[in-house]
């Protein structure tokens, strides 16, 4: 049970390549001369305006093309982001505040957490809210299973969103008509087993609550597929009162034996919780975990190897202040069963319809809205991309999209 979950993302290399881009563009730095004080803002307006002059003076001397003399307009005025427009003539609109259309953004972490962390206080949205699930992919590069998602996600487009969490330099080579086209979020270095997991996952979450119609953030991994259609799975998620959280303490090296004293008296050794990190979290969970600052503190300063934070963290943190909305299990399968620190690994020559229907519903049952139910799994893991093919092969027979 308490098993390691810290093979699960080491995997495949995945250097960087060069091919063409479509990462979050370079945004450029804020405009940060509007707050300096104001003999410098002198300064450097005189020197804007001088160099624009120059620009223009050339531009208009040499013939330039109008692209070139817009790129320059840019490179002195830059297009901000969503929200955050100072020109006169550059209004953000409404539907681009709530429904932010670009990932691209300037904004650090700690502005981004505190961003994210904002609640409307009106209860009545001011457009028809059709709540999405935001599906956040973890990985250090490739997505080998992309066409089967492409495929589960298609004609789906107004109930879901995509963020894709990255190693700081990988491109995503997706094309245009991908459900991951242009979802790579601002991404940072993640040492496995640190904190920095744990930041990533906040990333992932803040980036996908800027859109105000994402209601439930499903965690995945770059080896994780699904196991039932889109519709099977959006109901299940959005009808459930309960988060799917897994958590549970039980006595042994790895789970409660990761517990430092030095975290009492906020953590008890009786509160302490253990549980996967592939989670899936409700609108309200996933503010609580952008905004909290003291227990996540508590855990970069006193879990440290062999201690893992995303496997307590979240579990803890819910545990101690929102155990009622959370179910405790989690909805991706993985199996354990052959001992050792990493869970199995399946490949084509493990991929058949009897499987894949047994991981579906194996007979056993668990507790959905009070009520028991033979769906407990809607996403596995972990598959090797030599299970792309064969699995491509099932989506009409057994998964049903
Ligand atoms: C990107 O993907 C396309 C289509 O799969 C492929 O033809 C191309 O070689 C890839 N580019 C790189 C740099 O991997
Ligand atoms: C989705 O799957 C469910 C059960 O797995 C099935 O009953 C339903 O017909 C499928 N929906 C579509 C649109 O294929
Ligand atoms: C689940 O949600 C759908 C809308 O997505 C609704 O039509 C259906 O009645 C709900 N089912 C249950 C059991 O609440
Ligand atoms: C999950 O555990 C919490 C305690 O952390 C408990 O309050 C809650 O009822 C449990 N959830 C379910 C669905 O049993
Ligand atoms: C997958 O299939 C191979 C070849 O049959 C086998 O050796 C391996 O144990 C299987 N893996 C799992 C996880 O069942
Ligand atoms: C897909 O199914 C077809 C027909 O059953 C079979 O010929 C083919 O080898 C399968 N492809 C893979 C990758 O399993």
Known sequence: MCGDAKSTLKSRGGGAGDEESDYCP??????????????????????????????????????????????HTELFFPVTTYGNCERADCAPTFKSFVHPP??????????????????????????????????????????PFAPLWDRFFRQHQDLYSIYVHTLPDYKLNVSKNSAFYGRQILSEEVSWGSITLVDAEKRLLANALLDFSNERFVLLSESCIPLFNFSTVYEYLINSTHSFVESYNIDTPQCAGRYNHRMAPHILPSQWRKGSEWF?????????????????????????????????????YLHLFHGSLNANRTITWVDWSR?????????????????IQTIRSNGAQCTYNSKLTSVCYLFARKFAPSALG????????????
């Open 280 to 316: 899936e979290l409700n609108r309200k969970l996933a503010v609580q975990i952008v905004s909290d600052n003291k227990y996540y503190s508590i855990f970069q300063k006193h879990c440290r190897p062999s201690c893992y934070p995303d496997e307590h963290y979240i579990p803890t």
């Open 26 to 71: 370079p945004t450029p730095q804020k405009e940060w001369w509007w707050w300096s004080s104001t003999g410098l803002v002198k300064l450097v307006s005189i020197t804007v305006v001088f160099m624009a002059g120059v620009v223009i003076g050339l531009s208009a001397s040499a013939n330039v093309s109008r692209y070139y003399y817009n790129s």
């Open 102 to 143: 670009h990932l691209a953004h300037s904004m650090s972490d700690q502005e981004l957490f505190w961003r994210a962390s904002l609640v409307p206080a009106a209860e009545e949205f001011p457009f028809q809210r059709v709540p999405k699930v935001a599906f956040l992919f973890m990985t250090r590069g490739p997505l």
């Open 339 to 355: 001992g050792g620190p990493h869970p199995a690994r399946y490949g084509d020559a493990n991929i058949s319809k009897d499987f």
């Open 390 to 401: 064969p699995l491509m092969n099932l989506t009409s027979t057994v998964l049903d999209f």
